[in-house]
Every structure is written in structure tokens, then in C-alpha cells.
């Protein structure tokens, strides 16, 4: 998993990744099966408008914060329906790792970072629009596909090629 982050908070993004990833149920399968979406859609370069590790975690870890869900196809599934569907970069921002209502106050997509909770790590995120498109196709897809999908639990990213391909 690549991460992105100043040379100056490197160390200190790292252990915060590690130390979520073991306090949150399901962190890392979803984040790995967004990656496999992200990265078959070319929507994860973060030079091209798309979204890093990095920030895939600060929005998993606030849609996960904000459910109860313990399964991980509910996790994935609810994660693509709400950032594809519901969630509005205008009026939404993820602060202090929770999703907040603004009301327009910063005109786009605001994650703020862990440790200067003045910087917006998703600044250069210019592709939002595409990534949300991406979101509803797949759960689109997932929903009409979901019987299958459910009686044959595979772990991991092999979900999405069974979805996708």
C-alpha cells in the first residue's frame, strides 16, 4: 500500500495507519478492495486528480465510524452507496476523522489531515466527480449481481474480479 504524506508527518501517518488498521474492524479489507476499484479505473493516481492511500483511509475510517457494520461486504457495499450516492464534497467534509456537515464552507472535496487539521490532504483530488461515478456503477452492479455475490463469500480483492470481469 503506498502512502502519500509530507516528509515531515511521514512517521506520523504511518503509525496513525497502523494503529487504525488494528483498531478498526474491516479497515483494511475495504480499503484494499477501493484500491483494486481505484486502480482498475486508473482513478488512484494522486498526480492525475485521483485519490492516494492515504486519503482512501481518512474516508473509510470516517464511513466506518458513522456504521455499525461488521461485515465486509456491508462495509463495501455501504461505503460505495454512500460516497457514490449521498455524499455531497460541498456540504460534507471529513474533520478530525468523522464526517461533518459544513454547509458549502470550503466549495469541495475537505479532508483534513490528522495532524494539521488546517491542511486539506484532498486538495489535489480533481477527479471527485469520476470517482463517485465509478462508486455507483459498482454498486449498481453489485446490487443487481448481489445473490451470487453473497453465497460465494472470497475473501479480499478477488470480490471485485468476480463483480467486475
Same mark, same amino acid.
Given at each position: 500500500?503506498?502512502?502519500? /504524506?509530507?516528509?515531515?508527518?511521514?512517521?506520523?501517518?504511518? !503509525?496513525?495507519?497502523?494503529?487504525?488498521?488494528?483498531?478498526?474492524?474491516?479497515?483494511?479489507?475495504?480499503?484494499?478492495?477501493?484500491?483494486?476499484?481505484?486502480?482498475? #479505473?486508473?482513478?488512484?493516481? *494522486?498526480?492525475?486528480? &485521483?485519490?492516494?492511500? +492515504?486519503?482512501?483511509?481518512?474516508?473509510?475510517?470516517?464511513?466506518?465510524?458513522?456504521?455499525?457494520? /461488521?461485515?465486509?461486504?456491508?462495509?463495501?457495499? &455501504?461505503?460505495?452507496?454512500?460516497?457514490?450516492? $449521498?455524499?455531497? *464534497?460541498?456540504?460534507? /467534509?471529513? $474533520?478530525?476523522?468523522?464526517?461533518?456537515?459544513?454547509?458549502?464552507?470550503?466549495?469541495?472535496? +475537505?479532508?483534513?489531515? *490528522?495532524?494539521? *487539521? @488546517?491542511?486539506?490532504?484532498? #486538495?489535489?483530488?480533481?477527479?471527485?466527480?469520476?470517482?463517485?461515478?465509478?462508486?455507483?456503477?459498482?454498486? !449498481?452492479?453489485?446490487?443487481?449481481?448481489?445473490?451470487?455475490?453473497? #453465497?460465494? @463469500? $472470497?475473501? &479480499?480483492?478477488?470480490?471485485?474480479?468476480?463483480?467486475?470481469?
Amino acid at each position: 500500500m503506498e502512502l502519500t /504524506a509530507d516528509i515531515g508527518y511521514g512517521i506520523e501517518s504511518t !503509525e496513525l495507519v497502523k494503529k487504525l488498521c488494528q483498531e478498526t474492524t474491516n479497515l483494511v479489507a475495504t480499503v484494499i478492495l477501493f484500491k483494486k476499484l481505484l486502480h482498475k #479505473h486508473e482513478l488512484d493516481k *494522486p498526480f492525475f486528480g &485521483g485519490i492516494n492511500s +492515504y486519503i482512501l483511509i481518512m474516508m473509510a475510517m470516517a464511513y466506518l465510524k458513522s456504521t455499525n457494520e /461488521a461485515a465486509i461486504r456491508k462495509s463495501f457495499i &455501504g461505503m460505495l452507496e454512500y460516497y457514490g450516492k $449521498i455524499f455531497d *464534497p460541498r456540504e460534507v /467534509a471529513i $474533520i478530525g476523522g468523522f464526517l461533518v456537515l459544513v454547509g458549502n464552507k470550503f466549495g469541495g472535496l +475537505y479532508i483534513s489531515d *490528522p495532524y494539521r *487539521p @488546517y491542511i486539506n490532504i484532498a #486538495h489535489n483530488v480533481t477527479r471527485f466527480k469520476e470517482i463517485q461515478a465509478c462508486f455507483v456503477k459498482c454498486h !449498481e452492479e453489485l446490487m443487481l449481481k448481489r445473490k451470487n455475490w453473497f #453465497h460465494e @463469500y $472470497i475473501e &479480499g480483492a478477488q470480490i471485485l474480479d468476480n463483480i467486475l470481469n
